[in-house]
């Protein structure tokens, strides 16, 4: 008897989307976490499309296994196309960090009613850090799989600058049976903790951006597990490892 081949799984097709307000110091930036991303899609074998998400156009989500908007710049407000789209799409989004307050806030998208959850705000550092308080804290401690992720922090007092991305989008579940936390994040400090990562049936919220101010052991780890999770490609687990050696 002939062994009948396997099919392979077709690719997912994904659409990465990402601010870049023009004239900005920052307008790249988005582009730059869009590529990262682009790299960890590369696991997967997918087709990836990057684009602004100034330039999408209606209907377009619903082209794409799997659409990511990487809200990297402060209040930049989307198409309107895009947040309607969004709204009702039956297709994987997967949005990360600012700008869902103009989803979630506007009453014609009835988005808590849809998703079962809500946007309640922006948190950061606790206080101001200065010298004699150079680590006021925030949330920076990803609880994932009963390992803890933190991320990054340094204070340079001299300058009196923060080298850390400390902010995050907090949201709350307002009906457990659309909308569940998947991944938490806490407080140190305070003893808070608040959702990290909330999926309602595809759509997805991560509640920063884990490309900025990557460490070896924090929250970017988080992501590329569920990624498996986002695109529905459950792959056989394995455990790898490389050795370089060098002047030996």
Do not use: C
């Not at 550092?125 to 150079?134: E, K, L």
């Amino acid at each position: 008897m002939l062994a009948v081949p396997v099919q392979a799984q077709t690719p997912p097709k994904t659409l990465v989307l990402y601010d870049a307000p023009p004239g900005t110091e920052y307008e790249k930036l988005g582009m730059s976490y869009a590529i990262m991303l682009r790299n960890l899609l590369g696991h997967f074998d997918a087709q990836v499309e990057l684009m602004p998400v100034q330039q999408y156009t209606a209907g377009k989500i619903n082209g794409y296994d799997a659409t990511f908007y990487m809200g990297a710049y402060y209040n930049n407000l989307p198409p309107a196309a895009f947040l309607a789209d969004a709204a009702t799409t039956q297709k994987t989004l997967v949005w990360f960090k600012h700008n869902l307050w103009h989803l979630a806030w506007e009453p014609a998208y009835n988005f808590a009613q849809t998703r079962g959850f809500g946007f309640s705000g922006l948190r950061g550092m606790n206080a101001v850090p200065t010298a004699g308080n150079p680590a006021p804290g925030f949330f920076d401690t990803i609880q994932y799989k009963n390992k803890p992720f933190v991320k990054y922090y340094a204070y340079d007092s001299a300058n009196n600058q923060i080298n850390a991305d400390p902010e995050i989008g907090v949201t709350a579940i307002t009906d457990p049976a659309k909308a569940s936390t998947l991944v938490t994040v806490s407080n140190p400090k305070t003893g808070e903790a608040a959702p990290y990562v909330v999926r309602s049936g595809k759509f997805w919220y991560v509640a920063d951006l884990p490309f900025s101010y990557i460490g070896p052991r924090d929250r970017y780890l988080v992501l590329t597990d569920l990624l498996h999770d986002m695109l529905a490609v459950p792959h056989t687990e394995s455990h790898k490892a490389m050795v370089r050696l060098e002047d030996v």
